[in-house]
């Protein structure tokens, strides 16, 4: 299955890194980053970077390594205390899980996606929605994810070397813009959330998500002040205008 690229002219690593399996990528001669450029850091950190978007470029692929490299760079510059900050910290050490489940190293795995899931979870109070958009999910389902992914690992096939795997089932990235996309790609449908009370909910997504996201996105949007939450496509279109008791 072919997956959405937010960062398509740029290419990927000769190899997905795995430790004590290939050289390392930037330390050793024969590694894939070994005396390259890194990408340069934009005037303002933001999860609308190309750095930030060619890390969820690297993790969707199974490049899990460079993918924490790529959002170390951000981390190491964010301002200390920052919800942002504590995002990309976040998002590192989900890569990390990742490198450990492709090394079937499942308590470390579920020691990293725990903290990954502990920082992402203290961001379901922030005021800035911007982090739902560049995931595609709040925080909060993110870190349901991690903790399910790592808790029960994926049965993963086996690979020549330095071939990238995918791990997790979920997908990041920007749930609407302009960023081109294969026809043949499975892609999650976005979620408008432009408007400044409302938000449209594809019925697609529901059915590409399932349920408990959508109960977390709610919960969410509540927070957030949303007034209006449409659910469906075309004529059909269901309408939740009163908060919801679970």
């Known amino acids: 299955m072919l997956r959405r690229r937010w960062l398509p002219e740029k290419s990927f690593p000769s190899y997905a890194y795995l430790p004590g399996r290939q050289p390392h990528p930037v330390r050793d001669p024969a590694g894939h980053s070994y005396n ?7 005037a303002e950190i933001s ?4 750095t930030f978007r060619w890390g969820l470029d690297l993790f969707n692929h199974g490049y899990y390594w460079e993918a924490h490299e790529a ?4 981390w190491q510059v964010a301002d200390r205390g920052a919800p942002l900050r504590m995002l990309f910290k ?5 890569s990390a899980a990742g490198v450990k489940i492709r090394e079937s190293k499942q308590a470390a795995a579920m020691r990293h ?10 961001l379901m109070n922030t005021a800035d929605h911007s982090f739902v958009r560049a995931l595609g999910m709040s925080p909060a389902a993110l870190a349901e994810h991690a903790e399910a992914a790592a808790r029960t690992p994926a049965a993963l096939q086996a690979t020549s070397l330095g071939q990238p795997q995918v791990v997790f089932e979920f997908f990041l990235g920007p749930s609407s813009g302009g960023n081109p996309i294969s026809s043949q790609e499975r892609q999650a449908p976005g ?27 709610f919960s969410e949007l509540q927070k957030l002040k949303m007034t209006r939450l449409d659910v469906g496509s075309g004529a059909l279109q269901p309408t939740i205008t009163e908060p919801v008791a679970y």
């Open 47 to 50: 999860v609308d970077s190309d």
């Open 113 to 122: 996606a725990g903290r990954a899931a502990t920082l992402l979870r203290r």
């Open 191 to 217: 979620i408008d959330l432009s408007l400044t009370n409302e938000c449209h909910v594809p019925f697609t997504w529901l059915c590409f998500h399932g349920a408990r996201d959508f109960v977390m996105l």
């Open 71 to 74: 959002w170390e760079g951000l």
């Open 90 to 94: 976040g998002l590192i050490l989900l």
């Open 36 to 42: 390259s450029q890194a990408m340069p850091l934009a």
